[in-house]
């Protein structure tokens, strides 16, 4: 089946510096998109998610920007504090398949 | 959102024994999910479990191994059978909450010894 890859699997990023975490996609019938951050031995916490007839969507220090032309989703983090230290998971559904977890990119927050 | 608990949340198994993890939801659903993450990957999703009918099982997953239960709205069991050191894993239950969102629990973190 098709599933949803991560570019990089781990990030470091500077204390108060914007991170940036991608995600791309396989499935075209993919209609909502998902971030999800797992803290060390919790489940994942819901962040912020796209429906595919949005480009960009804003949260609390959170941006999701999707691009459907090139089937990428990315997370921007602006002012990246150690708090954000996890690993982030994009989740794809679309169709009829069921949500669908990229494998996780790291975030560490060097102080 | 939805508060999810599940019980136990940690567990050492010896193989060839069976565990049931419970899964609670402060609010009905209508849809419960149960996934695996093995160390250091991502979620694998073993079943969807619906209240009223059999629980619906993806590839690589059969109901011999992973049998679910879905008695109300608000609750779930997912039993472990016959485990071996290839099952140590966290399980996660999930469930949708408006929409197509989904929520986890805590998971429950079992090793096979």
């Known amino acids: 089946g098709e599933s949803v890859g991560l570019h990089l699997p781990t990030l470091s990023v500077q204390e108060g510096d914007n991170s940036i975490i991608n995600c791309a996609y396989s499935?075209?019938?993919?209609?909502?998109f998902i971030w999800y951050k797992q803290e060390s031995g919790k489940g994942p916490q819901f962040i912020i998610d796209i429906r595919s007839n949005m480009d960009k969507r804003q949260g609390q220090r959170v941006t999701v920007l999707l691009n459907k032309t090139v089937k990428h989703l990315s997370l921007q983090i602006a002012a990246t504090q150690p708090g954000d230290s996890a690993v982030y998971f994009c989740?794809?559904?679309?169709?009829?398949?069921?949500?669908?977890f990229g494998k996780g990119t790291r975030l560490s927050v060097i102080a | 959102s939805a508060v999810i608990s599940q019980k136990p949340s940690r567990d050492i198994c010896q193989r060839g024994t069976s565990l049931t993890i419970q899964c609670q939801v402060d609010?009905?659903?209508?849809?419960m999910f149960w996934y695996r993450q093995q160390p250091g990957q991502s979620l694998t999703l073993i079943a969807t479990a619906n209240q009223g009918s059999e629980a619906t099982y993806e590839s690589g997953f059969v109901i011999d191994k992973f049998p679910i239960s879905r008695p109300n709205l608000t609750f779930s069991t997912l039993t472990v059978s016959n485990m071996s050191p290839e099952d140590s894993s966290i399980y996660l239950c999930?469930?949708?909450?408006?929409?197509?969102?989904?929520?986890f629990g805590p998971g429950t973190r079992l090793t096979v010894l």
């Open positions: 989740a794809d559904l679309g169709g009829n398949t069921p949500l669908v």
């Open positions: 999930s469930v949708n909450k408006g929409a197509d969102t989904q929520y």
């Open positions: 499935n075209s019938a993919s209609d909502y």
């Open positions: 609010s009905q659903v209508t849809m």
